[in-house]
């Protein structure tokens, strides 16, 4: 007998989140569009060859869209959530709030037996 998985539509999004800078994209982005080098900056130790290669997987997993801006002195593209990423933030959203309520750092740990 071969057995499924229960929640494979979770576990895919788990996998979504859990990857390296992926919610911190998606958290800058529900801000506002932003270009390449403003997400770049945005996000402290990110470089450009990763975020590159996030950007491409979130835009094939719906999440992130590309879109092209022309002014009169330059074209550039701007990244930007879809629909899809936008209800996503809810779930980062309260992601965070567990996280602040239960994840300890290392550097928290020592904070706290410093301070006993």
């Not at 979770?10 to 958290?27: F, L, P, S, Y």
């Not at 879109?67 to 992601?95: I, Q, W």
Request: with cysteine; aromatic share 6%.
């Amino acid at each position: 007998m071969v057995k499924t998985p229960v929640c494979t539509k979770m576990d895919v999004a788990i996998k979504i989140v859990a990857k390296k800078w992926n919610g911190q994209i998606i958290e800058r982005l529900n801000t506002c569009p932003m270009r390449f080098c403003q997400l770049r900056d945005s996000i402290p130790g990110v470089s450009d060859r990763i975020l590159t290669e996030r950007l491409r997987m979130l835009i094939a997993d719906g999440i992130v869209q590309q879109s092209a801006v022309t002014t009169a002195h330059s074209d550039y593209k701007v990244y930007c959530l879809t629909e899809k990423g936008k209800a996503f933030t809810p779930v980062l959203d309260s992601l965070h709030a567990w996280a602040e309520d239960w994840v300890v750092l290392e550097s928290e740990e020592e904070l706290a037996g410093q301070r006993a």
